[in-house]
Structure formats: C-alpha cells, structure tokens
C-alpha cells in the first residue's frame, strides 16, 4: 500500500504532540522577571522535549522518502513508535515542574529511550519488507549514531539519582548528534 496516510497521520500525531506539550506550559503567577525566571525548568524542558519531537519528524519525513510502500508490519511499527513519541508530553511536564528532580528526570531519560528503541524497530521492519536491495539498509550502513545514542539515554537515567544536570547532558547531546539530518538520504531519495 501506498506510504501517504502512514505520513499524514505521523504528522497529526507529532501535531497533537507539541501542541499537548505547549499546554502545559503555564504562565507566571507574578508579573516581574523572578516569576519568570522561576518557570526556566518548564521552559527548558519543553524546549528540549520539541527539538526531539522536531528531530523524529524530520528523520521520519527524511527516512520514508526511501520507502515507496509500506505493509502491515510498518503501519504496527510505526505505531509502536508514534505511542512512545505520546508520552513524551508527560515526562517533559512532570520533570519540568519538579526542577528536575531524579525520578522525574529518569522517567524522562526512559520517555526518550523507548521511542528510540521503536525507532530501531521500525527500521528493521522496513528493511525486512523491502527485501535484500533494501536502500534503507543501505543508508543507515554503520549507523554510528543509533549506538551510540541508547547508551547515552541509558547512562542519563542511572545519572539522574546522583546528578540530574549530568542525566540532562547526556540527553542534550544526543538531540545535538541528531539536529542536523544526514545528507546522504536527501542524496540517495534524489536518484530513485
């Protein structure tokens, strides 16, 4: 089947999503630049919550433009991944009105894990339908970052009950190693 409604509804998700989490930001009690100051958690954490939102779209939009049709196992995959990305809302407020406290910042470290690890899933998914010329498989080669990144995730929920600033680095990081697509799959989707 054609990949389009799978698109159209990942974008109505992502939507929903960072709408839910731009509601949850809540306007001063005061009006002087101390009450403001004091809501810099909740700012920062919505902040960070959106630049991982913004990056899954923006990978997702950049991945599929390798993937002509998808099945069954892709809309389920796909799904698996858009249910992780909804509980990101929760996690960024719950840790944003806490001041990063440990189990609010770890929950948010598992918040960003999971959809990660749906995200492996979906691409092997995909490669599997798409059968041994796979240009999906072929894209991702080493797929240096995808290490790399579960690591991190996993180091910043063990940080986050001895230093929770430490736990937020490791999260910063991994969105800075993502901000910027990779190149090659604009180069590969232009010569299929």
Same mark, same amino acid.
């Given at each position: 089947?054609?990949?389009?409604?799978?698109?159209?509804?990942?974008?109505?998700?992502?939507?929903?999503?960072?709408?839910? @989490?731009?509601?949850?930001?809540? +306007? #001063?009690?005061? !009006?002087?630049?101390?009450?403001?100051?004091? $809501?810099? *958690?909740?700012?920062?954490?919505?902040?960070?919550?959106?630049?991982?939102?913004?990056?899954?779209?923006?990978?997702?939009?950049?991945?599929?433009?390798?993937?002509?049709?998808?099945?069954?196992?892709?809309?389920?995959?796909?799904?698996?991944?858009?249910?992780?990305?909804?509980?990101?809302?929760?996690?960024?407020?719950? @840790?944003?009105?806490?001041?990063? +406290? #440990?189990?609010? !910042?770890?929950?948010?470290?598992?918040?960003? $894990?999971? *959809?990660?690890?749906?995200?492996?899933?979906?691409?092997?998914?995909?490669?599997?339908?798409?059968?041994?010329?796979?240009?999906?498989?072929?894209?991702?080669?080493?797929?240096?970052?995808?290490?790399?990144?579960?690591?991190?995730?996993?180091?910043?929920?063990?940080?986050?009950?001895?230093?929770?600033?430490?736990?937020?680095?490791?999260?910063?990081?991994? +969105?800075?190693?993502?901000?910027?697509?990779?190149?090659?799959?604009?180069?590969?989707?232009?010569?299929?």
């Amino acid at each position: 089947m054609e990949k389009h409604r799978l698109l159209a509804m990942t974008d109505g998700v992502v939507a929903i999503i960072i709408t839910i @989490m731009v509601l949850e930001m809540k +306007a #001063p009690e005061g !009006t002087d630049f101390e009450a403001l100051h004091e $809501l810099w *958690p909740v700012f920062f954490s919505y902040a960070l919550s959106f630049v991982y939102v913004a990056i899954y779209w923006n990978n997702h939009h950049h991945y599929f433009h390798l993937v002509p049709r998808v099945n069954g196992a892709v809309l389920w995959a796909n799904f698996h991944l858009l249910f992780w990305l909804s509980l990101i809302p929760f996690a960024t407020a719950w @840790m944003g009105e806490h001041g990063f +406290a #440990p189990v609010p !910042t770890a929950l948010y470290g598992v918040s960003l $894990l999971m *959809p990660a690890v749906a995200w492996w899933i979906m691409q092997n998914v995909i490669v599997r339908a798409q059968g041994d010329s796979s240009p999906l498989r072929s894209y991702l080669g080493r797929d240096l970052k995808a290490k790399i990144s579960p690591v991190l995730y996993l180091s910043g929920i063990g940080l986050s009950f001895a230093a929770p600033w430490a736990a937020l680095l490791c999260y910063l990081t991994v +969105a800075i190693m993502w901000l910027v697509p990779d190149k090659r799959i604009e180069k590969m989707a232009t010569h299929n």
